[in-house]
């Protein structure tokens, strides 16, 4: 459909016939981009507090299919980087997130971090480096008044911030590890997250949340066996891009309950859906 032809069918928002909600909604979300400034104006322009309800529902089931696009085409990507899916996850809450900000941001501080990296040095060494530059000189600090709301889930809220829950801190180290050629994962131990160096003889774990205090592998099982938790290690096995993606949902789903929105409960439980489907 044109313009014009969207616009008429706007103007049959209010309809109480089923049918034609139903027709509405299917056309708007087909339209896409294309859809989202008429629907802002026509919210600007509506009286009813029931018509301007309905609208927001219809910017948000467009931001979905659209959001949804994104993650599946990065899903069916060779390389899967995170950073973009971090972003594309965001816009579901933010649809005027200014990507090219945050992804310049996070481009400054990898570079600044490589700026102190020797070019020769052991990997212990290197992320020592890289606790300093991240906790020291640019100041992150772990959010610990209310380290589950949902805005401390987001990586452009860590960069605007710098402060994140252990689950934000412990991606933006990752990236910036990943990033600098460190070959490092992500974890998690329950609801904590850690970032994991092995190489076959050196193995040691990283806690982001805790302004990367490091634990040696034996370290480690002796915390879990004081939690009464398996000590194998091999039991929490690292997490692949799409499923740091899938975790992210799952806690912006669980915050959002949790802040008694259920309308943002609601858009992270379906896109949760169907990125469970494409894994």
Do not use: C
Request: net charge negative; proline share 5%.
């Amino acid at each position: 459909m044109d313009v014009e032809q969207l616009q008429a069918l706007l103007n049959l928002i209010d309809d109480p016939d089923p049918y034609i909600q139903s027709h509405i909604e299917a056309v708007l979300i087909q339209a896409g981009q294309a859809a989202i400034p008429l629907l802002e104006q026509k919210w600007l322009e509506a009286t009813e507090p029931q018509v301007q309800q309905r609208i927001e529902e219809l910017l948000d089931l467009i931001q979905l299919e659209i959001v949804g696009h994104l993650l599946y085409q990065w899903r069916m990507g060779a390389e899967q980087p995170l950073f973009p899916a971090l972003m594309y996850v965001a816009q579901l809450s933010y649809p005027s997130l200014n990507i090219a900000k945050y992804t310049s941001a996070y481009r400054r501080l990898t570079h600044t971090t490589w700026l102190q990296l020797p070019s020769h040095g052991d990997p212990f060494e290197k992320l020592l480096i890289l606790n300093r530059q991240l906790f020291v000189q640019e100041r992150f600090q772990p959010e610990v008044t209310r380290p589950n709301a949902s805005r401390h889930y987001f990586i452009h809220e860590v960069l605007d911030t710098h402060r994140g829950n252990s689950f934000s801190l412990t991606l933006l180290y990752y990236l910036l590890a990943s990033d600098l050629g460190m070959q490092v994962s992500v974890v998690s131990i329950g609801s904590h997250y850690l970032i994991r160096y092995f190489d076959g003889t050196l193995h040691f774990y990283i806690d982001p949340y805790k302004k990367g205090v490091v634990l040696l592998a034996t370290q480690l099982k002796q915390l879990l066996q004081n939690a009464n938790l398996s000590d194998n290690l091999a039991h929490y096995a690292s997490l692949s891009h799409p499923y740091l993606i899938l975790r992210l949902t799952q806690h912006l789903e669980e915050a959002y309950r949790a802040e008694g929105r259920p309308d943002k409960q609601r858009l992270y439980e379906s896109l949760r859906k169907k990125i469970d489907v494409q894994l």
